[in-house]
């Protein structure tokens, strides 16, 4: 079995890393690069398949040279082999521009049975490009995947979807793209499959210190794409501005309390007491 | 017929009126209604402002999958008829719910064009664009382009998005998806006069190859819309999340209410006691990508009131703010302000509503 998971570096928004402007807009400059936080459990998918079912996991990601860090990030997971996609023409894709991309990578991987991808980016969260990455390969395509299986005989798989408020059952062929939900769970039954999952991830987090070993750099001519249908000149779309959002007029006339004010705590508790009734 | 589908069809019924005007043309509102025995949503979609509507009735369609689903819209978009003065649409509208925002994604991948996603503003006007691959750099005006704003993560930027031609490639339609709870629906007028367009069920086998075998309702969601009192944390918690949370789930229980969260905690990533990390869930986000909720009270407890927050909010009976800045924007949306580190004014008020308590009790 051959799997692949495209991942994305993006900002880090945790509290501590991420750096605001004076007006609550991002600074990115500041701000660190990680890899998307949602693209670990495509990763846990990813291993979950290759403890049950064997295998091989290429890890891709398209970005500037600096972002091979995301890639070791991901090894840090697991990965057997990294592939990062650099290349300037690939610059300012949109998603469709950037599935493009990616799809020309995995078909130059070749053979791949099932494509893992996170659901929604922390930067861009259109959640489109893992779906638009599916149609132009021809994958089956399931996206919100809680839980997942694969049959590698009949070279089928199941997959338990998360739609708002229930759960949806569905099984189909591989190949398969398959989206994780953010509250995608791994099930291992028994004690063969964790002891090889232990073994899995001890040796990745060995391959991770040395990940350039495994890496491998692809740029456009490597990919053999159209230079018309990928970056900034194969993006339907642009972002024309970015603007302030104006602050709503006032609506409300605020009564002004000072919290050290202990008749001002008063007051504000009198109010939230009453409406009990 | 979906509120989200409703209110689509009413802004784009204002758009295309606006854009006939403008343009002196007389451009179509079109529906797509896919599903079985859905018939008389194709008549509720003229009612609610729709000229034209593609409808495909099969017991195949009946539950929502992709890969059918996409293959007839495309094939409607591209349908050659008589009457069809146009190759493709100019403009496409999905609405922005799981189902379909993966739609749009594949759509718009067969259809090869420009996607915009979660937007909440859109405008038709001709563009002026300098664009170093699009226009060689020097300015030109694009005619008719749809301006799709959308709010980014801090609700604090909008980004206007364009779909626009490259020299190579006519990008059509220019797509987005669309927030529900955005625009308003047109109210129904069984008078509007629109033309039902049967398309036929025409799909290889291959398409159907995804078997949905079962479903089921999920018990524990948390519904933050039934209750009188939420408070919600912000990123006014971030110096100790978890004393924060902590406070916050406190309050709310004392006042027999419930916890929600802005987006900013949703996102922060915090490291929290164990017990607590369950907290930390998008089910209790509100906000304009989460929760709307009109509680008796809500008390917004370190949040600075982004537009896409307060769209989740602003309709509660009483809002009540605890902010160590006076002038964030949630200034303007309140109705109590208390100034105050979260820290120190929580504490101060649960033991006055102790107090209050125990006043009542031995009053009655």
Redesign the interface.
């Known amino acids: 079995m051959n799997y692949v998971v495209v991942t994305k570096g993006v900002p880090d928004?945790?509290?501590g890393k991420?750096v605001?402007k004076e007006?609550?807009?991002?600074n990115r400059a500041a701000t660190p690069t990680v890899m998307n936080?949602n693209d670990f459990l495509a990763l846990e998918a990813a291993l979950e398949a290759k403890v049950k079912y064997g295998g091989t996991v290429h890890v891709i990601s398209m970005g500037p040279p600096p972002y091979k860090k995301v890639l070791q990030e991901a090894m840090s997971r697991y990965a057997d082999k990294l592939y990062l996609l650099s290349d300037p023409k690939f610059a300012a894709a949109?998603?469709?521009a950037t599935?493009e991309a990616l799809s020309a990578a995995v078909r130059k991987i070749g053979n791949i049975d099932v494509i893992f991808s996170g659901f929604k980016t922390?930067?861009g969260?259109?959640?489109?490009t893992?779906?638009?990455t599916?149609?132009?390969m021809g994958y089956?395509?399931?996206?919100?995947v809680m839980e997942f299986s694969i049959d590698p005989q009949l070279k089928k798989f199941n997959a338990t979807r998360?739609?708002?408020?229930?759960?949806?059952?569905?099984?189909?062929?591989l190949p398969v793209l398959v989206v994780t939900d953010?509250g995608f769970q791994s099930q291992y039954k028994n004690a063969t499959q964790r002891l090889n999952l232990l073994d899995l991830q001890a040796q990745t987090k060995k391959r991770a210190q040395s990940f350039e070993e495994f890496l491998t750099i692809w740029n456009a001519n490597d990919l053999g794409v159209d230079e018309?249908k990928v970056g900034?000149?194969?993006?339907?779309?642009?972002?024309?501005?970015?603007?302030?959002?104006p602050?709503?007029?006032?609506?409300?006339?605020?009564?002004?309390?000072?919290?050290?004010n202990?008749q001002?705590?008063?007051e504000?508790?009198?109010?939230?007491?009453r409406?009990?009734q | 017929m979906a509120n989200v589908s409703l209110e689509m069809l009413g802004e784009a019924r204002r758009l295309m009126d606006k854009y006939n005007r403008d343009y002196s043309e007389q451009e179509s509102v079109v529906a797509v209604v896919l599903g079985h025995k859905v018939e008389h949503l194709a008549l509720e979609a003229i009612a609610r402002g729709a000229d034209i509507v593609y409808l495909t009735d099969h017991p195949e369609l009946e539950d929502l999958r992709l890969q059918p689903y996409t293959k007839i819209i495309a094939q409607m978009s591209l349908s050659k008829e008589a009457r069809k003065t146009y190759d493709k649409p100019r403009y496409f509208l999905f609405p922005a719910t799981n189902n379909g925002r993966d739609l749009s994604s594949t759509v718009l991948a067969e259809l090869e064009s420009g996607l915009a996603s979660d937007c909440n503003k859109l405008y038709i006007q001709d563009a002026n664009i300098s664009h170093r691959a699009k226009t060689d750099g020097t300015p030109r005006v694009f005619s008719r382009i749809l301006h799709m704003k959308r709010p980014d993560f801090s609700g604090y930027e909008w980004s206007t998005i364009l779909c626009i031609d490259s020299p190579k490639i006519d990008y059509h339609p220019q797509a987005c998806s669309v927030i529900p709870g955005s625009f308003k629906p047109l109210a129904q007028d069984p008078n509007r006069k629109g033309q039902v367009i049967r398309h036929p069920f025409n799909l290889p086998i291959e398409d159907l190859r995804l078997t949905i075998t079962g479903r089921e309702k999920l018990l524990n969601a948390i519904d933050l819309s039934s209750y009188n009192v939420i408070v919600a944390a912000g990123r006014g918690i971030s110096k100790n999340p978890s004393k924060g949370i902590s406070l916050c789930l406190e309050l709310a229980r004392a006042l027999g209410g419930e916890l929600g969260l802005s987006r900013g905690v949703c996102t922060a990533q915090y490291t929290l006691e164990p017990s607590l990390a369950q907290y930390i869930t998008e089910a209790r986000q509100i906000g304009e990508t989460g929760q709307t909720v009109k509680p008796k009270f809500y008390i917004a407890v370190g949040i600075s009131g982004a537009i896409q927050h307060k769209k989740g909010m602003d309709q509660a009976d009483r809002i009540i703010a605890i902010n160590t800045d006076t002038e964030v924007p949630i200034k303007d949306f309140c109705d109590v302000f208390i100034q105050g580190d979260l820290f120190e004014v929580i504490p101060k008020l649960l033991e006055q509503i102790k107090n209050g308590k125990k006043l009542e009790a031995s009053v009655n």
Not at chain 1, 23 to 26: A, E, H, R, S, V
Not at chain 1, 125 to 128: F, L
Not at chain 1, 140 to 144: E, K, M, P, R, V
């Open positions: 928004f945790r509290h991420v605001f007006d609550n807009t991002l936080p949109d998603t469709l599935a922390a930067d969260e259109t959640g489109q893992g779906p638009q599916a149609w132009k089956t395509l399931a996206t919100h998360a739609i708002t408020g229930e759960v949806e059952f569905t099984t189909g062929p953010p018309w900034i000149k194969g993006s339907p779309t642009i972002v024309d501005s970015v603007d302030p959002i602050r709503a007029p006032s609506e409300r006339k605020a009564r002004m309390l000072i919290g050290t202990l001002h705590i008063q504000a508790v009198q109010i939230l007491l409406s009990d």
